[in-house]
């Protein structure tokens, strides 16, 4: 799984020297995610395969090593040629080029936190899958090593949480069309629900259903909101790049809340913690009525 750190800030920056249409811009955000998605798969799967015959500590440096990729395609190709650059970029859009949303301020206020919330819960929910399993291994009387996350556990994982994300981004573009109010409250309410049903229901097959289907939820918003921080038609195109790099910023925030929770809280208190997240999105997706026709 690549490391979206190297990928994702370039992306305000490309979207405000243009690309060639909305379509070609969306299809590259899609298989952007698709195949993060992917890797989340595949790497869960290398660890049902590996992490047993080659410890932990050789497996996570050979689960890294894929961070270069992105850097060595950069430095080749160069995102940019001098003599490769579309024509016209600079006066297709004079008059965006200059225009000032408004209420730019609000818009991004709202973005910042859309992304915010969508980032901590989707951290806090693939951090508390392997938590509750191990719940549950304990629970069956398992303890020590044994309790902990190894072997199916993985699979489980990986069928969770990448066929979850990879679902979820195809479900996403599908929909992408969509009033967003209407589709990003439905996602909304479900994941809700699921995390309120692990609250009361603990069980192995609470936890599969829930975890899976809030999996899938999140990456459909995911996907939404990545199209977001860069419509040059919501942000303006003078603003486009600065609003990008703030719901990066204000979005890996919510990373390190969502860390945070799964490591310090108990299981039951976290997965508290990830519902309140999912009802204050709900609540900030209803405040915003300016964005694909609302």
Not at 32 to 47: E, K, N, P, R, T
Request: hydrophobic share 45%; with cysteine; net charge neutral.
């Amino acid at each position: 799984s690549m490391n979206p750190a190297l990928v994702t800030p370039s992306s305000g920056i490309n979207a405000e020297y243009g690309v060639s249409s909305k379509k070609v811009y969306c299809t590259g955000v899609f298989l952007d995610s698709f195949f993060f998605a992917v890797g989340s798969a595949w790497v869960a799967i290398l660890g049902y395969l590996l992490l047993g015959s080659i410890g932990w500590r050789i497996f996570i440096l050979l689960t890294s090593l894929p961070i270069f990729i992105p850097s060595l395609i950069i430095l080749h190709f160069k995102l940019q040629e001098e003599s490769r650059r579309i024509p016209n970029v600079s006066t297709q859009h004079k008059s965006d080029s200059t225009a000032l949303i408004p209420d730019f301020k609000s818009r991004l206020g709202k973005a910042c936190l859309l992304n915010l919330l969508n980032i901590w819960q989707g951290y806090g929910c693939i951090l508390l899958l392997p938590a509750l399993l191990k719940l549950t291994n304990e629970r069956d009387g398992s303890d020590g090593c044994k309790a902990s996350v190894q072997g199916e556990d993985f699979l489980i994982i990986a069928l969770l949480s990448g066929v979850g994300h990879i679902l979820g981004r195809i479900l996403g573009i599908a929909v992408s069309n969509f009033r967003f109010r209407l589709v990003q409250t439905f996602t909304a309410l479900v994941s809700m629900a699921c995390y309120g049903a692990l609250i009361f229901d603990d069980s192995y097959l609470s936890i599969v259903i829930s975890i899976g289907i809030a999996n899938v939820t999140y990456s459909m918003t995911r996907l939404e909101l990545k199209l977001m921080e860069c419509d040059i038609q919501y942000f303006g195109r003078a603003k486009v790049a600065s609003a990008s790099a703030w719901c990066l910023t204000i979005g890996y925030v919510g990373a390190i809340i969502g860390t945070c929770m799964a490591e310090f809280l108990t299981t039951h208190e976290a997965v508290i913690g990830t519902f309140s997240c999912s009802c204050l999105l709900l609540l900030v997706v209803l405040l915003v009525t300016d964005y694909k026709n609302n």
